[in-house]
């Protein structure tokens, strides 16, 4: 069973601040992004674009890069945890628990919080690209039997 390793928003605060090497993936949509964004430079890859960077992900970020997904609530960037190390052969993967809600609940009230229901996000991510999203679910699914 390969998942992403957990990260609370803490400890990537820590982290951050200490300047490890960790590349921190966000992958909200673009409105998400313009509502509540990481105080932090990140790397922006929206699962509902996956046919937009797929091809360059490994130039965007190495698969010996350690890396921290981020999405609103942990869900999806624990999928493309999954993803990333069942499909892509990535070996360093956290995923951010709770995501930014977290983030501004927890480490930086400054950040916006915003609501996403669940037809919302499943209207975001399913409609525009099904087949990655698919492909997430199913190895998140080989993973966890």
């Not at 673009?30 to 130039?59: C, G, K």
């Not at 921290?68 to 995923?95: D, K, M, P």
Request: glycine fraction near 6%.
């Amino acid at each position: 069973m390969t998942v992403p390793q957990s990260l609370s928003v803490q400890e990537l605060q820590e982290r951050l601040v200490r300047g490890d090497d960790l590349l921190v993936i966000a992958v909200r949509e673009d409105s998400e992004l313009a509502l509540a964004r990481l105080p932090h430079p990140v790397l922006h890859l929206p699962l509902s674009r996956a046919t937009d960077w797929i091809d360059s992900l490994a130039n965007q970020a190495p698969p010996q890069q350690p890396l921290a997904g981020l999405c609103h609530g942990g869900i999806r960037s624990w999928q493309f945890g999954c993803w990333l190390l069942e499909q892509r052969g990535y070996t360093s993967v956290w995923n951010v628990e709770g995501g930014i809600d977290a983030w501004s609940r927890f480490v930086d009230p400054e950040v916006t919080r915003y609501e996403l229901n669940g037809a919302e996000l499943a209207r975001t991510v399913k409609d525009e690209h099904p087949a990655t999203t698919v492909a997430a679910a199913e190895a998140c699914e080989t993973s966890s039997q």
